[in-house]
């Protein structure tokens, strides 16, 4: 192709430069490279910004071409579809007004005003559903339009009493707003919205659409003002894709932790008490010590030792350490005799004063010191979630105090902790390094040493990561672990930070080989992250159904009637007497009806005790999942249950076999 003066040079994403004549659009440039491109096109990225498929291309512009199941195609396809939600629902309802419509991670949902009229209900949903894919079926074109007149645009707004629109338009009429409209094959006009787009070039690419539920909300997500209704929804590109995803999300639901809270008496919070404060109970509280004692045999084997501090401390402390002026807001703090005191949101400062109390040299450098130190931070009380957000948890915190030589080999034996940790929870993981922000402190000197050393450390055990530049924190670069469960979602797991403000604020050094005063490197690091989030993260990759290491109750004996209530009593304390957490049910209810009921509850073992097991002096076992069953004798039970928990083992080596 030759260039004209009127042509337009664009690059593609395999920088090779196509010309194109001058006014061409995406759509354009799609069909000019294959007519197949054209039709699964939906959507352009030009200079890294998504825009619909019909803008008009500029000379030397960067375009992709934005197709059907391209990771981005997503978003313009959920948000296209809260359009078509806003214009069914305004025929169907035709009392209710606008608000906004967004794509979200998974789908979308609009906001309508309904009050004066029928409110919207979920039996409403599977007809607007359906009215929705007929109006997707008919094919209409999206356009655009500039509002060029945006105070003739303000008065229909308001005259048809789209009030929120008005205010919208109000807020935008200096970013050259634009309005969005569907055209039916005879060009004509259906339905328009005020909005910035971009949005697909055409409804018929919308079919496998569910609207999954209605709510209230308030406009702006404001309780002072005025009360709307919310319609959520979920789109995929294909049906496969709709159905797989309901099914991730059923399954999502179903591991719930504030669901299982509830049917495994887990946790409880109490509006009484405050929210986002944890009232952990008997089952949830064997899971967690049952995690610490673990965290803290790992923790000894790799050198730390642990210390305990108080929750609280006055306020000068805060000052030295700085959060008085940058964490103010999250600190919650009391006043007593005229001394004010602070609730401890972090640990950091209790350690120091622990390293900082008697002078230390470089002989007895590292110093690692752990605590199971619970901290209290102020989130909104909109945002507590179950264990997820919180506002008093406990974190596995450590820090540690090394020399310059020592913190490569530092960082590695945290992130072998990790890893051993990680691995006995059946958890994967990935590594992010964040490197140096704009509003770093410290020097240029301590920044490239800290990253030099953090890539070192990673590259010399072989691990692969992904570079976040600029993502640190303004004291220092961080690795972050993400997890991922059992069912493939992601987690916040352990992070590791280097410090390089609170050894300045407080003076740290110690004395070098040439008795010299130097500075330590700080490293914070911790790996649950906080008992509440390694609890849910727990409850959740588990479904409830703990490994027998974790699980609340291990073992429950079931006698097959009254006259077996002795042998079975007399098991349980053997089983105790060994460090089971054994216990029986001596109710007087069908054995079907208990064995049921323990499965239920995930607990592992079943132990049947009845006139045969009596007789041989045996126990027949059942496992939680699965129909078979294995007689053993009582000490090769307890021989193989031991090893079982001392392996931390993820399945039952018993009965694999078996079920
Ligand atoms: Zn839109
Ligand atoms: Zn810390």
Known sequence: MTQSTQDISIRLPDTSIRNLPKGSTGADLAKSISPGLYKKAVA???????????????????????????????????????????????????????????????????????????????DDLANIEKEMKKFSSGAYELRQEPVTDVDAALKEFRAKGEIYKAELLEEHRDHNPTEYYFVDNNGKRVWSDFCAGPHLPNTKFIKAIKLT??????????????????????????????????????????????????????????ELAGAGLIFWHPNLATVRQELEDFWKKEHRKAGYEFVVTPHIAKSELWDTSGHNSFYKDNMYSLKVDEQEYVLKPMNCPFHILIFQNSKKSYRELPVRMAEMGTVYRNEASGAVHGLARVRGFTQDDAHIFCTREQFVSEIQGVYRLIEKIYGTLGLTFTVELSTRPADAIGGAEIWD?????????????????????????????????????????????????????????????????????????????????????????????????????LAPTQVIVIPVTDKHNDYAKKLVDELIDEGIRATVDQRSERMNYKIREAQEAQIPYMLIVGDKEMEHKTVNIRYRRGDGQLELSLEDFLNKIRAEVKARAMESAIVSSQS
């Open 44 to 122: 352009i990225e030009r200079n890294g910004e998504l825009e619909d498929l019909t803008a008009a291309l500029n000379d030397g512009d960067e375009v992709k071409i934005v197709c059907v199941g391209d990771k981005r195609s997503y978003e313009v396809l959920r948000h296209t579809t809260s359009h078509v939600l806003a214009a069914v629902v305004q025929s169907m309802f035709p009392h209710a007004k606008v608000g906004v419509g967004p794509a979200t991670e998974n789908g979308f949902f609009y906001d309508f005003r309904t009050e004066g009229g029928k409110a919207i209900s979920d």
């Open 213 to 270: 539920n209605v709510s209230g909300t308030n406009w702006r997500g404001d309780v002072t003002k005025d009360a709307l209704q919310r319609i959520y929804g979920t789109v995929w590109w294909t049906d496969e894709e709709l159905e797989q995803y309901l099914k991730r999300k059923q399954e999502a639901e179903a591991r719930d932790h504030r669901r299982l809270a509830k049917s495994m008496d887990l946790f409880s919070t109490h």
């Open 449 to 549: 040493f800290a990253e030099a050393g953090l890539k070192k450390a990673l590259a010399e055990m072989n691990v692969a990561y992904e570079l976040n530049p600029g993502d640190g924190a303004f004291y220092g670069p961080k690795i972050d672990f993400k997890l991922k469960d059992a069912i493939g979602r992601i987690w916040q797991g352990a992070t590791i930070q280097l410090d390089f403000n609170l050894p300045e604020r407080f003076k740290l050094s110690y004395t070098n080989a040439d008795s010299e005063a130097e500075q330590p490197v700080m490293i914070h690091r911790a790996i649950f992250g906080s008992m509440e989030r390694i609890s849910m993260v727990m409850i959740e990759h588990f479904a409830g159904a703990f490994p027998t290491w």
